[in-house]
């Protein structure tokens, strides 16, 4: 049984698939905190985890090699970790957070997704500069245009193996702090998270933070493998899986602006008489662009209430990872207006201006991925 030798993991979580697993906080915790808790942190795994004899941290190492240019030069982990240690708060967000919501317009293919398939960290690591400059490699040819990282977990009966790329002029941008990580929130990567070593891709989407990263390729072509090539795309509401052309969308990497409602939970009760509530979310884009407005409304998108921004520390201009956590005191219709149930709506607005579609079917897609419609909840006054 290649799922023998999983490891533990937190009750809390809602557990989506359990091979392979996938789990996502509740989503009032979620917006609790700044940092993600690491055992609440998301998981989104593919494939079984690798066991812990092909990830013992002591012969652990990863192989880098250049396209018509090297063999590949393994760098031991205890190597990698005497380089300067750097550390990014990055949120990690799957492609396809928020896929439930297409099915009310038309079904989806893919696994379930409420709104938390999104968690923020502080990843440590070696640059993947700083690891180049150490073994004297410099992809500098222009024919290299991707950087291709290879997982060591496997599919059991297949034997293919987790890899996904990306442009290799974001990867080698120091802006960027694509990082060889070994540590999230100032501990060893859990086996979950891929102990011992992950890419961490700031800004990008989830599926190109590749996990137990055993090989790095520059290349002259994208990574060949399913999840680059024939998944993690976007495509018309019109195309169908009769005629979806998959080479013919990009591979999806910086994700677009979207945030989130989460708390009070969809179908909460409050007290009858309240005149206001508490509401608290998340906002995210990708890219490095930071958050700069969350406009939140009671009444269905006639009158927004700017909410109070909790942006990611210490982080430069597009050069914002963290996710932004919000809060706003949202006034509500009176009982007259609205007796039963207020709908409350969030949208977020990026340091680039871009801002949230306003409905779903216009972006509804085959695969359920990138839904960043605005985000409505509902709420019930209780009895
Ligand atoms: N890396 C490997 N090796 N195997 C995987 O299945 N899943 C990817 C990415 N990296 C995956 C992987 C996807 S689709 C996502 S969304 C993120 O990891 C999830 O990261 P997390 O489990 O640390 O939250
Ligand atoms: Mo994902």
Known sequence: DPYAKEPKRDPTLLVRSEQPFTAEPPLDILAQQMV????????????????????????????????????????????????PKHSVMSAVQCGGNRRDEFST??????????????????????????????????????????????????DPTTGVTYAASVPVEMALDPKSQVLLAYEMNDEELPRDHGFPLR??????????????????????????????????KSFSPSVDWSN???????????????????????GASIDASAQSVTVRGYAYSGGGRGIIRVDVSADGGKTWHDATLQTPPDQKRNQVYGWTLWEVTLPLPTQADAPGDIEIVCKAVDSQYNVQPETLDSIWNIRGLLNNSWHRITIHRGA
């Not at 317009?105 to 990843?123: E, L, M, P, R």
């Not at 137990?212 to 002259?220: A, C, D, P, V, Y």
């Not at 990497?253 to 989130?260: F, G, K, N």
């Open 36 to 83: 993600t808790p690491t055992d609440l942190f998301y998981k989104r795994n593919h494939l079984p985890v690798p066991s812990p004899t092909e990830t013992d941290p002591s012969a652990y190492k990863v192989t880098l090699s250049v396209e018509g240019q090297t063999n590949g030069i393994s760098i031991a982990l205890s190597d990698l970790k005497k380089l």
């Open 244 to 266: 979806v052309d998959y080479s013919k969308a990009p591979a999806i990497q910086e994700m677009p602006v979207t945030s989130t409602v989460c708390s009070p939970l969809h």
């Open 105 to 154: 317009v038309k079904q989806v293919k893919g696994g379930h997704w409420d709104a938390g398939a999104i968690s923020n960290a502080v990843w440590s690591g070696a640059l993947l500069i700083d690891v180049l400059e150490s073994i004297g490699v410099s992809p500098s040819d222009p024919d290299i245009k991707h950087v291709e990282f290879i997982g060591l977990d496997k």
């Open 199 to 232: 890419a961490v891709v700031p800004g990008v989407v989830g599926a190109r933070n590749v996990k137990w990263l055993s090989q790095i390729k520059f290349s002259h072509g994208e990574c060949d493998s399913h999840w680059q090539q024939s998944d993690y």
